[in-house]
């Protein structure tokens, strides 16, 4: 297996086509795809890079029950993939992930796609990341 640097990088800005619109001005991340495949295959603990963690968001907010990151540290998956402590992980390609039911859905709709659009809540605001995984 690949490390993060070489298994993830930032490509130039480009277009992504995503439901029959262009995602023009976007910053793709390009993701190896044997690296996907040994993520899915293990847990992120177990492969020993990452000490980035998932956290539920409680009380009753427009955001209780997202998952929101903790613990993200430079070099971590996370932050090479551009995500940061406390960013709430708002939507897959339009699929939202409030709901344990939603991310299962979203997890069957998408496990053979190749480009991702992530929605992140971060502080006030929505940031937007797309992902392409490549052979």
């Known amino acids: 297996m690949c490390g993060?640097?070489?298994c993830v990088r930032q490509v130039s800005l480009r277009m992504l086509q995503f439901n029959g619109q262009y995602?023009?001005?976007?910053?793709v991340y390009e993701i190896d795809e044997k690296f996907v495949q040994d993520l899915i295959a293990a847990s992120f603990n177990?492969?020993?890079f990452d000490s980035a963690r998932l956290e539920?968001?409680?009380?009753?907010?427009p955001y209780a029950g997202y998952f929101k990151l903790a613990n993200v540290v430079s070099g971590d998956l996370a932050d090479v993939l551009g995500l940061q402590t406390d960013d709430i992980l708002i939507s897959v390609n339009?699929?939202?992930l409030g709901t344990l039911d939603d991310r299962f859905f979203a997890y069957a709709?998408?496990?053979s796609e190749t480009d991702f659009f992530l929605n992140v809540r971060r502080?006030?605001?929505?940031?937007?990341?797309?992902?392409e995984i490549v052979n």
Do not use: H, M
């Not at 995602?23 to 910053?27: K, M």
């Open 56 to 61: 539920i968001v409680g009380g009753s907010g």
């Open 46 to 48: 177990q492969l020993g």
């Open 23 to 27: 995602d023009s001005g976007a910053q």
């Open 94 to 96: 339009n699929y939202v």
């Open 109 to 111: 709709a998408l496990k």
């Open 4 to 6: 993060i640097p070489v």
């Open 123 to 131: 502080s006030a605001n929505t940031v937007r990341f797309s992902y």
